[in-house]
């Protein structure tokens, strides 16, 4: 039998791996993260569950303007209507969250 095969992309799983085997690789907001990378550990461990690490995902997007409430109060509806006031509000960076957050239930 060979090994396991991930339907996921190597960086989203390399990145993933990362942030559950080293504690200082994706420390909790405020602390500066990419944004890709924050997509990829929130896809992924809404994916695998890893509770953990969706939440702090999740506060990073907070951090960054993306969301309008906290994630653990009651709403089914958390991400902003409007883009947030960041650095790259290129139309790319806004369909990169917004399928990321799709993809995990959290609009």
């Known amino acids: 039998m060979g090994a396991p095969r991930l339907h996921d992309s190597a960086e989203d799983v390399e990145v ?11 420390m909790p907001a405020p602390a500066p993260n990419d944004r890709p990378v924050v997509l990829a550990i929130l896809r992924l461990s809404h994916k695998y569950d890893v509770p953990y690490l969706y939440k702090r ?8 303007g993306w969301y309008t ?3 653990d ?18 139309p790319m960076c806004s369909l990169q969250v917004i399928q990321a957050a799709t993809e995990v239930s959290a609009l």
């Open 16 to 26: 993933f791996l990362r942030a559950i085997c080293d504690s200082s690789y994706f």
């Open 73 to 90: 109060e009651e709403s089914s509806n958390h991400l902003r209507s409007g883009v947030p006031d960041v650095f790259d509000l290129s």
């Open 57 to 64: 995902a999740l506060d990073h997007l907070a951090a960054d």
């Open 69 to 71: 409430t906290s994630h």
